[in-house]
Antibody, heavy 118, light 107 residues
Framework: EVQLVESGGGLVQPGGSLRLSCAAS????????MSWVRQAPGKGLEWVAN????????YYVDSVKGRFTISRDNAKNSLYLQMSSLRAEDTAVYYC???????????WGQGTLVTVSS | DIQMTQSPSSVSASVGDRVTITCRAS??????LAWYQQKPGKAPKFLVY???SLQSGVPSRFSGSGSGTDFTLTISSLQPEDFATYYC?????????FGQGTRLEIK
């Protein structure tokens, strides 16, 4: 059974930084593109970033470019999202998800809440 | 960027009803479309890919159709566990975008 478990969320002040982690099991992690998708309270889903199996390609939504960095450690079966210069509008539940070759999000974690507030 | 527009935003229906949700893309995306189901406080669940193919384990009362710019998700006979919010997602190009969601409520 595929399991994705996010951690690292919490309350942070505007302008602050936070690092999210996602621990994967039940799949050959190094064979999957991985993604972060977020959902602001009461709102819809927004794709944030993707990373290729070998980290050779990374993509970001415009609103986080230059502030967020996606990375992975295949030896630890882990995905990360380093977030800096955080804004109130970054407040959301952040989900880790696998991205199929056809660009569908097939497996999802349970999410971790990030709240940006003073 | 491709914009995805769902309609209606919310719908009320009863157990046993047939319900259809529509998703329209701002430009042609062939059949590169997925549908997800999300229940309150839970992660989205992957239901349909390539516009009309059911993910493994998804009940056959769910069906998807369409290509180009217009797509539908139909639930043929609503069950209590189907009341949730549904999202479409285009997989044609980055940035990958979702519709705003359709909330399916019990009448």
């Amino acid at each position: 059974e595929v399991q994705l478990v996010e951690s690292g969320g919490g309350l942070v002040q505007p302008g602050g930084s936070l690092r999210l982690s996602c621990a994967a099991s039940g799949l050959t992690f190094s064979s999957f593109w991985m993604s972060w998708v977020r959902q602001a309270p009461g709102k819809g889903l927004e794709w944030v970033a993707n990373i290729k199996e070998d980290e050779s390609e990374k993509y970001y939504v415009d609103s986080v470019k230059g502030r967020f960095t996606i990375s992975r450690d295949n030896a630890k079966n882990s995905l990360y999202l380093q977030m800096s210069s955080l804004r109130a509008e970054d407040t959301a539940v952040y989900y880790c998800a696998t991205l199929s070759q056809a660009r569908y999000f097939d497996y999802w974690g349970q999410g971790t809440l990030v709240t940006v507030s003073s | 960027d491709i914009q995805m527009t769902q309609s209606p935003s919310s719908v009320s229906a009863s157990v046993g009803d047939r319900v259809t949700i529509t998703c329209r893309a701002s430009q042609g995306i062939s059949s590169w479309l997925a549908w997800y189901q999300q229940k309150p406080g839970k992660a989205p669940k992957f239901l349909v890919y390539d516009a009309s193919s059911l993910q493994s384990g998804v009940p056959s009362r769910f069906s998807g159709s369409g290509s180009g710019t217009d797509f539908t998700l139909t639930i043929s006979s609503l069950q209590p566990e189907d009341f949730a919010t549904y999202y479409c997602q285009e997989a044609h190009s980055f940035p990958l975008t979702f519709g705003q969601g359709t909330r399916l409520e019990i009448k």
